[in-house]
């Protein structure tokens, strides 16, 4: 029995500057029949107080606990390992770690840099690693679907590459870290039995979540879906559908 | 019974803008017994007449059959498989491929570009990749010591993280490509079996030739080479010696 549902934003809720076809509705079809919602994002290229106004302007009013960010979980692991972060991040995410204190141990965390992500910092981050500090990867995703509608480089890639040049391995904090799911669900209660994913990337969202043991996860034809990734990745969607408002459809029918 | 000897340029016959101590003789010692040499290096910083011009201000005056480098394998390679290059390189590099004809087959090339490698340049590449362009890597080395003594981010780390994004694997050019071992030794009339390669990069240099099939590889502890590397990649060198000098003492005792 489905009884919560973690949803992705960028190319499931919206797509750019507007949100996608029928998302708003099918989020209040699925509130209204009972379900509890959390949205989990790996967008990183903002701070979670941003994100929630651009949310707010889309007409999707959630609050601050409802939103599961990276950005956030980064936060949060640096206070819990009493580390500083060396950031290789967008400049619009930097400030979601103002105020941290300074501490001995370093961890260089990557997001999402955009055009930040130069030799100059790259190179820092590297060498921040080769001295001994953690590698701390918001998200690991090969790509993003970007302003001009084509594919671009994301955040895995460079972590990618900073894992080859110093030997160490990355903790991914946002998905497909079964950390993070897991998070979310606990936020509303909600066993990974009685859960399902909607994600337009099949690695990341659905084989991510299914591997994190919740037991369905659908990939929408939105996004940055291309034709072929229902099959891309293991384990499969348990279903494909067109759009977030056909994954409502197929959640209600199963109740 | 050794008969030809292939050798690393950066960190075993200089360093920097100086001559190791002792490294220039070591090669007359060599050319003096009769020892046919060539010299293999994966530096992608500048064309390789401007390298020859470089290695002549510090002494080694060699001619341009004797150096073999990626950027002249990638021309070759470009020209073999008609196809036009995507270019992440450095800019000094860059005019090796000047005066290639059009063509509509693509092939992008990553060299140790520097601060050429931000964002812009890689998301181009990362674009033409998905767009169906071959991907060719001029050397796949993880780091180099740069000028101010300590390691910095190689090319290969670049090369990763486009492989990493685009899903397709990279033709590696320079060592330790078994090819280009190949194509110097065979410029020699040398078989694999009496050819020994003195390098400082256990992995590119040394175990690379003992993968590609020559006889021996000795690992120099200059250079890029930190305590442990002798042991860190397999197979190991055959014998891991002070500096050239000491390469060329054990070279000429094996006759």
Redesign the interface.
Known sequence: MIRGVLLDLAGVIYDGDHALPGAIDAVGRLHQEGLKLRFVTNTTRSTKQKLLTRLAKLGLDISTDELFTPGQAARDWLTAHESSPVLVVHPNLAQEFDGLPAREKRAVVVGD????????H??RA??AL?DGAELIALAKN??FKDEDG?????A???V???E??S?KTATVLGKPSPDFFAAALSSMDCPLEDAVMVGDDAEADVAGALRAGLAEALLVRTGKYREGDETRFEPPPTTTVADLAAAADWILAQR
């Not at 840099?113 to 100059?120: L, P, R, S, V, W």
């Not at 084509?150 to 994301?154: P, T, V």
């Open positions: 840099a955009g055009n930040a992500f130069d030799y100059t790259l190179n590297f060498r080769i090969r790509t084509r594919l671009s480089l994301d895995g890639a460079f990618t590459a900073l080859y040049a030997g």
